[in-house]
């Protein structure tokens, strides 16, 4: 029960890491208020929450909308009387394309979501933060320990994210309120699934062959799964990591060492 009875904000919840951000956040004792444009994903992960004993709210949210992100901060404020942490974990992956290629437009608009709009629901929430000496969590990317091609524009938005992190939490510490990064690498899941079911289908050989071929890069010789990258984000989000704030933490497996 790390975050018993604390109130934590997920934002992009989905059916992936967002959904088990939210549960186990839940499992360890909180409320927590559910964000994203799919009503129909909110409603599916609060049942869960539910399920666990815990309450969940559910505010359908375009994270880019100022007015939005402001109903999203005033909801959960009306719903549970304050905000005990922030979990950014809303993206939008830019164009795959060669920077030399890129439609800039389409990055532009890949920065208001994983950068622009995680600084404004911060800002929104760090008076509620402050009051209780909570934490916010920006759930960045492995894209950041690596340079291959076409990955230009997402490594760059996910850049700008550490270091608005960084900055934040020179900003926000005096104040009480930390801030930190998780990085996953390879997350084990729906999409994931697929796209070796597809490379397995391409070359004609076993998806499990795609997996082991893959884990074997791996220090630990697996991929992690959501779960495991959202106990990252509880243990940051815990009094457990009280005096760690500024800092990223690669959950990759040991595919990168940083």
Avoid at 16 to 23: C, T
Avoid at 48 to 68: S, Y
Avoid at 78 to 90: I, K, P, T, Y
Avoid at 120 to 126: V, Y
Wanted: hydrophobic share 45%; glycine share 8%; with cysteine.
């Amino acid at each position: 029960m790390l975050l018993r009875d604390k109130v934590v904000v997920v934002s992009g919840v989905g059916p992936g890491l967002g959904r088990s951000i939210a549960l186990r956040c839940a499992n360890a004792g909180a409320d927590v208020v559910l964000a994203a444009r799919t009503r129909r994903n909110l409603d599916e992960v609060a049942k869960e929450v539910t399920e666990l004993g815990r309450r969940a709210v559910t505010v359908p949210t375009d994270i880019t909308d100022g007015d939005a992100a402001q109903e999203l901060v005033r909801t959960t404020v009306d719903s549970f009387g304050r905000v005990d942490a922030l979990v950014n974990n809303a993206f939008a992956i830019p164009p795959m394309t060669d920077l030399l290629d890129v439609d800039l437009d389409a990055v532009r608009t890949g920065f208001e979501t994983n950068v622009l709009a995680a600084l404004r629901l911060t800002r929104l929430c760090a008076p509620e933060l402050e009051r209780g000496g909570g934490s916010v969590v920006m759930i960045n990317s492995a894209v950041l320990r690596h340079s291959r091609r076409t990955f230009g524009a997402y490594k760059m938005a996910k850049s700008s994210l550490l270091s608005l992190a960084q900055s934040l939490s020179t900003e926000l510490g005096p104040r009480g309120v930390r801030v930190n990064s998780v990085a996953p690498g390879y997350i084990w899941a729906g999409t994931l699934q697929w796209y070796f079911g597809y490379l397995a289908e391409q070359r004609g050989v076993e998806a499990q062959q795609v997996y082991d071929e893959t884990a074997a890069t791996i220090d630990l010789r697996k991929l992690p799964e959501p779960d495991e990258i959202a106990d990252a984000v509880v243990f940051l989000t815990s009094s457990l990591a009280r005096a760690i704030t500024g800092q990223c933490l690669d959950v990759n497996g040991g595919e990168y060492h940083h």
